[in-house]
């Protein structure tokens, strides 16, 4: 009897996700469908690589298990979709790190300012402990972490004039993410920051609303930031990666085998992510400049002496010890 009410529970169990997850939309044959809703373009590599997780979901799972993905903010901005994560209205989201931080406040680490060495010192943050540590800290949220994907290094950009020093950013109304530390950053460098959703700020740039924003070489492009925005300066200030986020309830509710396909198809999205990003990085570069845009090289000493107080003033926080043990890995 034991065994038949677990076989009942369990495939009730199953119904239910199935329901819950699929909704109303059409689900061409597979018996479970994940939305995934996320804020950039169809030609962004990020956004190729989930089309890559999709496509090793349904291989895993025998056309089983689809992703459906809802790109360009179609479903709301990044913290809209994490919000709607917690309330079980959406099951997956992909997000920058940047905005996690007003719901787990160590995420916070990541929007730190000259924090990493270089690319490999960041990966191996995000890969090793303290990534996974973060990664895990979601559940506190209802937001279950998959996994870490390349966001490169943010750099600023203008309508107005190239970035040479922090005093160029004087008087300059600079777009940031939803983050406090984006905040202080930009504040730290002698910038107005200003908080606006990735897909207003094509207009908020042509308007005037904001003289300038900050952001990697692929998400400068694929947005076409670069038509309203002739100077690129390569300061490379930060390192904020992109997480993928499933909804703890979603998770909670997908039987164990989906569980381990989606995981396992996670890794290995970022892993190919990861080399298509490098790729993608170097060509877009050369793409803008024909595009009419001056790609500076500042001096990236001037910027990071500049935000070494605001940095400073976070030791002996949780972001401070987290700091710590990054700058401390060899
Ligand atoms: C990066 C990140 C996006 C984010 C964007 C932003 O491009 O990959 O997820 O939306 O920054 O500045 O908002």
Redesign the pocket.
Known sequence: AGFLLGILLSTGVFALCVRHISGDRQSGGAEIVLKLG???DQQHP?HLSLEHMGELLRKKSKGSVELQIFPNGQLGS?TECIEQLQRGALDMT???TAPLESFLPEFALFSVPYLFRNEDHAWQVFTGEIGKELLRKGGEAGLRGLCYLD?GARSFYTTTKPILAPKDLKGLKIRV?SSQTAMEMVESLGGSPTPMA?GELYTGLQQGMVDGAE??PP?FYSNRHFEVCKHLSLDEHARVP?ILLISESTWSSLPAQVQTWLQESADEASEFQRKLWQEKTAKVLLDVQSEGVTVHRPEKSLFATQVKPMVAKLQGTAVGKLIERVQGLP
């Open positions: 996320h804020s950039l990020v990044e992909k997000t920058s966001a993410q990735f952001n990697n998400s992109d």
